[in-house]
């Protein structure tokens, strides 16, 4: 149960990142947020059942993939317009990317730097 918890702890943590993120960095309004997370919220369980779906191939599970995106990407579009969309493009890579390199708790709601920036574990207050 101390799992569950911990795990939703962070769902949230992670949403509050992103919202910020999305207001702070991608300058969206409140409402445009709103949509765009109301938009992940109803993708992110069609997107975990065709990676999950074990009546795919892996060439299948692509191609699904691929369309869900793209109709997301529309949604998004739609709600954001298109210059906002390839910034919140941009924002999404940056969280893919953190988290990939495992820094994926941004304290604080720091602002992220520079691209490929070195790592500094003490944060040095440089921007």
């Keep these: ?18 919202k910020q993120g999305l207001k702070e960095e991608v300058k969206l309004t409140d409402e445009q947020i709103a949509s765009v997370m109301a938009i992940e919220d109803e993708y992110r369980p069609k997107a975990r059942a065709i990676k999950t779906d074990a009546n795919l191939s892996d060439d299948d599970k692509k191609a699904k993939t691929k369309a869900l995106a793209e109709e997301k990407r529309s949604k998004i579009e739609a ?26 708790g941004n304290e604080g709601g720091e602002k992220k730097g520079k691209k ?3 790592k500094k574990e003490n944060g040095g207050g440089e921007n």
């Excluded at 924002?91 to 495992?102: D, T, V």
Aim: net charge positive.
């Design 1 to 18: 149960m101390a799992a569950t918890f911990v795990s939703a702890q962070r769902a949230a943590e992670r949403k509050a990142q992103i």
């Design 79 to 104: 709600v954001v317009g298109k210059e906002n969309l390839s910034k919140v493009e941009a924002f999404y890579g940056s969280l893919k990317k953190q988290k990939a390199e495992g820094t994926d």
């Design 116 to 118: 490929g920036g070195g």
